[in-house]
Nanobody, 115 residues
Framework: QVQLVESGGGLVQAGGSLRLSCAPS????????MGWYRQAPGEQRELVAR???????NYADSVKGRFTISRDNAKNTVYLQMNSLKPEDTAVYYC?????????WGQGTQVTVSS
């Protein structure tokens, strides 16, 4: 069973930066897209950023200009660089990978931004 291993979450002050990374523990064939979602307490999980195998990128409006998603195809690793963090960015961040019609989720990493 392939798992997604996330790292990089933590506590940061408003205006600070964090970098999340996610890599699969094994092989995932025919990866179509990799991305990050987040879920704040009492809220639904929402898309933060997504990058397809063709290089197309989508961002949530709330993070445009502050977050940057990238991927290392050789390592099947996806990154999320988060700058100018705000308290409203506080949430559990989940990595998501789609490959060969199968969706994989990471266990989630907590990001807390203090004011």
């Amino acid at each position: 069973q392939v798992q997604l291993v996330e790292s990089g979450g933590g506590l940061v002050q408003a205006g600070g930066s964090l970098r999340l990374s996610c890599a699969p523990s094994g092989s995932i064939f025919s990866i179509n897209a990799m991305g990050w979602y987040r879920q704040a307490p009492g809220e639904q999980r929402e898309l933060v950023a997504r990058i397809t195998s063709g290089g197309s990128i989508n961002y949530a409006d709330s993070v445009k200009g502050r977050f940057t998603i990238s991927r290392d195809n050789a390592k099947n690793t996806v990154y999320l660089q988060m700058n100018s963090l705000k308290p409203e960015d506080t949430a559990v961040y989940y990595c998501n990978v789609w490959g060969a019609g199968i969706g994989y989720w990471g266990q989630g990493t907590q990001v807390t931004v203090s004011s």
